[in-house]
C-alpha cells in the first residue's frame, strides 16, 4: 500500500521560529509536493521538486524554502515563522508515469503563536 | 494557465437522495481531472480522474463524474447520498506536459439523516 507520511499531524511554534515540516514518501516517486490549505481558497501549491535536489516555485513560495537531498524525502523550512503561515499544510508525491494522481500525506496543522 | 472553480461552497442534500457537486476548469490543452475527498482532521483521498476515453467516469464509495468538453465541466455525482458521504469535497485540474494539479476552493457537502 502507498504511502506518505508527514512528520507532524500538530505543530505549534512561536513567531520567528524556523519550522521544519518533513515528508516522506515510499513510493519511488519523482514529483513531491507542498501545499497549504486554508478555508475558502483551497490548496496552495508552494514549492515542488520533480527529483533530487531539484525545486521549483509553485503560486505562494514567499517566506518557505524547500530541501529535497533523498528521492523519498521531501522538506519545507519556514525560515522564520509568522502568525499568517498558520494553516493546515500538505505533502503529495506522484510518479512522472502512470496515473498521473497525487498521493497524499495525512497533513500538519501548523499554529504560529 | 490552468484554473478550477467550485461555484457552491455548500452542498447539503437528505440520506437516499441525489448528490452533485459541481466544478468548472480552464486549461489551454487537452485536461486531466480529479476529484479529491477530505475528511475532518485527514488528508486528501482520491475518489476518481478523468485521462481520455469514457465520459462517464466510475470511481471510489459509489461516486461517478461526467466529463463535459463543450461546458468544461466535471461535476461530481453520486445517486444516493449517504451521511458518511459528508466532507469536503476538491475538484483539481492538469494540464497536459505539467507536474502540477490546480485546486478548487472547495465544496463542503453535508448528507442529513
Known amino acids: 500500500d502507498v504511502k506518505v507520511t508527514q512528520s507532524s499531524r500538530y505543530l505549534v511554534k512561536r513567531t520567528g521560529e524556523k519550522v521544519f515540516l518533513e515528508c516522506v514518501q515510499d513510493?519511488?516517486?519523482?514529483?513531491m509536493f507542498w501545499y497549504r490549505q486554508d478555508p475558502g481558497l483551497g490548496l496552495r501549491l508552494i514549492y515542488f521538486?520533480?527529483?533530487?535536489?531539484?525545486?521549483e516555485k509553485g503560486d505562494i513560495p514567499e517566506g518557505y524554502s524547500v530541501s529535497r537531498e533523498k528521492k523519498e524525502r521531501f522538506s519545507l523550512i519556514l525560515e522564520s515563522a509568522s502568525t499568517n503561515q498558520t494553516s493546515m499544510y500538505l505533502c503529495?508525491?506522484?510518479?512522472?508515469?502512470?496515473?498521473?494522481?497525487?498521493?497524499f500525506g495525512p497533513g500538519t496543522r501548523l499554529t504560529v503563536t | 494557465a490552468q484554473s478550477v472553480a467550485q461555484p457552491e461552497d455548500q452542498v447539503n442534500v437528505a440520506e437516499g437522495n441525489p448528490l452533485t457537486v459541481k466544478c468548472t476548469y480552464s486549461?489551454?490543452?487537452?485536461?486531466?481531472l480529479f476529484w479529491y475527498v477530505q475528511y475532518p482532521n485527514r488528508g486528501l483521498q482520491f475518489l476518481l480522474k478523468y485521462i481520455t476515453g469514457d465520459n462517464l467516469v466510475k470511481g471510489s464509495y459509489g461516486f461517478e463524474a461526467e466529463f463535459n468538453k463543450s461546458q468544461t465541466s466535471f461535476h461530481l455525482k453520486k445517486p444516493s447520498a449517504l451521511v458518511s458521504d459528508s466532507a469536503l469535497y476538491f475538484c483539481a485540474v492538469r494540464d497536459l506536459g505539467d507536474y502540477k494539479l490546480s485546486f478548487g476552493a472547495g465544496t463542503t457537502v453535508t448528507v442529513r439523516a
Open positions: 513510493m519511488d516517486h519523482e514529483n
Open positions: 521538486s520533480y527529483d533530487v535536489k531539484m525545486k
Open positions: 486549461v489551454s490543452g487537452n485536461p486531466y
Open positions: 503529495a508525491s506522484t510518479s512522472i508515469e502512470g496515473s498521473f494522481f497525487q498521493y
